[in-house]
């Protein structure tokens, strides 16, 4: 009996998900041949894998995203044009990819930040086209929706401030300046039932009025002292305060320092009879590794 011409791969160790894959071609193999249509549209069907990008995005230096410019372009304007498209879930995996990435390459350390970051994300020829249309795509996606759509406007918050946290010692947020957004984060804010989703708008809103406010009049900031919607004011300070109480809850979860207070359990152990005291024993601390994880992780 003849034997099979068909060969037996090995199971590999792992299971790599097709959208890394991708990632690893688009950055790491810059130099095959340009991505296809066909891998644009696969890259936006997949879910995203936001720590994966974020690590390969992380072990390449500011020159070497400079060497990669065109495949950045290609991506940021791809990835707008997604968005905009308003097809799900192509729209929510876009935006997801916007804010990762843009948080990845606004971070690095350029020679020249402003030319540069213009260069990895447009052009100089084609930014004020490109950066444009990113706002305003932000601007429909964050006015536009309803309550049934709270995901994906909250997407496209969080999108806007990985561009204005990221690029804010840039030209880059002058664009937002030119396109005034603020009746799209109130209208968000009005429409929003759950205290924990006014804050990142809130945060958007603070980074856009704290822009060079003392070199110019900021829109943002002669809107913030005319605003006097009552309820909506009220909505960000309850969200605010609902926050803010989450991330102090949390903080003390991960590293309680508040001295302890004498009770029966602290008075044995001062004089060497804690095996007497009552209740639980002391958790043991975290080592500082730990604390740093979980501190990344609220």
């Not at 994966?52 to 995203?65: E, K, M, N």
């Not at 876009?94 to 447009?122: H, M, Q, R």
């Amino acid at each position: 009996m003849e034997s099979s011409p068909l060969t037996q791969q090995s199971r590999p160790d792992t299971f790599q998900p097709k959208i890394v894959k991708l990632y690893e071609t688009l950055f790491l193999n810059a130099e095959d041949a340009e991505p296809s249509e066909g891998f644009w549209r696969e890259f936006f069907l997949l879910p995203p894998q936001r720590v994966r990008l974020s690590q390969i995005l992380d072990v390449i230096s500011p020159d070497d995203i400079l060497q990669i410019h065109f495949h950045t372009q290609q991506l940021f304007s791809r990835a707008i044009k997604e968005a905009a498209a308003g097809e799900s879930p192509s729209n929510i995996y876009a935006l997801e990819t916007l804010t990762t990435f843009l948080g990845g390459v606004l971070t690095k350390k350029y020679t020249n930040p402003s030319s540069d970051i213009i260069t990895v994300l447009a052009g100089i020829d084609e930014v004020d086209h490109v950066i444009a249309n990113f706002v305003a795509a932000l601007d429909g996606i964050i006015r536009n929706g309803t309550q049934l759509y709270v995901e994906i406007r909250l997407k496209a918050v969080e999108a806007a401030i990985s561009m204005t946290s990221g690029g804010y010692k840039t030209s880059l947020i002058s664009y937002f300046m030119h396109r005034d957004i603020f009746p799209a984060l109130m209208k968000f804010i009005h429409d929003s039932n759950i205290r924990t989703q006014i804050f990142e708008p809130f945060v958007l809103l603070g980074l856009l009025s704290n822009y060079n406010k003392f070199e110019f009049q900021n829109p943002y900031q002669l809107r913030l002292d005319d605003f006097v919607n009552e309820s909506t004011i009220q909505k960000i300070v309850g969200g605010t305060g609902v926050t803010c109480t989450a991330l102090r809850n949390g903080y003390v979860a991960v590293q309680d320092d508040l001295p302890e207070g004498w009770n029966l359990s602290s008075t044995l152990a001062f004089f060497g009879l804690g095996a007497l005291a009552p209740g639980r024993r002391a958790k043991t601390p975290l080592t500082p590794e730990e604390a740093k994880a979980r501190f990344g992780a609220l």
